[in-house]
């Protein structure tokens, strides 16, 4: 059995309050990461300390608020050592083409892709410093494929992989490798608030392997590849949906 050892390592983790990012969060502490993680509102510092411990730094960030990112972004910059950033914060607003809204586009595109790729220019130069880096964006498999009404979010998860891409080359010689994975359906506790039954079992209907994935499922990959243990894949965008984009 291969055991992930995080201890030494600082992680940065966007989006760790709920769902797939808390259980991201979760999976790296218990691999002995010392964690810096966000969420958008201040009150939920005292959850999340609960959560992870008193030595986790918690700094809340609205990704949609310009003045809200920057303060992030010079509280993270004054970071000396950042060994992990795990980009999974993110919002969707699904909707028909000709009622997007150009306030819809901005706020999915600025929390979506823009806030990825100021992350990113603000850890680089603490991996850099050091000669090593892992860089996980959390795309999703409208990334892949799409459907109606995603327009907005598919575009943004397509940049995504875009960035991942182009960063994941021009970052190799730092030895900071780059990747994305591409969660399916999840079953998320706001999964589980907000589709019905019926919901649920026609989504389970259409995957192969009949069933949605746990969040630990997609933690296992992106720990994996934010892992001392991968050294050879970068620039890559992991679909992880049981099936789903292939039928």
Known sequence: MITLDFRDNI????????????????DLLNGGARLIVTAVHPW??????????????????????????REFLEKIGEFEKIDICINNAGISRPGPLEETTME?????????LKAPFLVMQAVVG????????????????WAH??????MTYTSTKFGLRGLTIS????????????????????????????????????LEKAIPLGRLAEPVEISRLVSFLASSIN?????????????YSIV
């Not at 992680?11 to 979760?26: D, E, R, W």
């Not at 819809?104 to 979506?112: A, F, L, T, Y």
């Not at 050091?130 to 964006?137: D, E, L």
């Not at 050294?231 to 099936?243: F, L, R, W």
């Open 126 to 141: 603490a991996m850099k410093r050091h000669h090593y880096g892992r860089i996980v964006n959390i795309a999703s498999i």
């Open 11 to 26: 992680a940065l983790v966007t989006g760790a309050s709920h769902g797939i990012g808390k259980q991201i969060a979760m």
């Open 104 to 112: 819809d586009w901005n706020v999915i595109h600025d929390v979506n």
């Open 231 to 243: 050294t050879y894949i970068t620039g890559q965008s992991i679909v992880i949906d049981g099936g």
């Open 145 to 150: 494929i799409t459907m109606t009404e995603r």
């Open 167 to 202: 960063a994941a080359t021009e970052l190799a010689e730092d030895n900071i490798l780059v990747n994305a994975v591409s969660p399916g359906f999840t079953l998320t506790d706001m999964v589980k608030k907000n589709f019905s039954t019926a919901k649920r079992k026609a």
């Open 44 to 69: 939920e510092e005292s959850a999340i300390i609960d959560r992870f411990g008193k030595e986790t730094c918690f700094i809340p960030v609205d990704f949609s608020s310009l003045e809200s990112t």
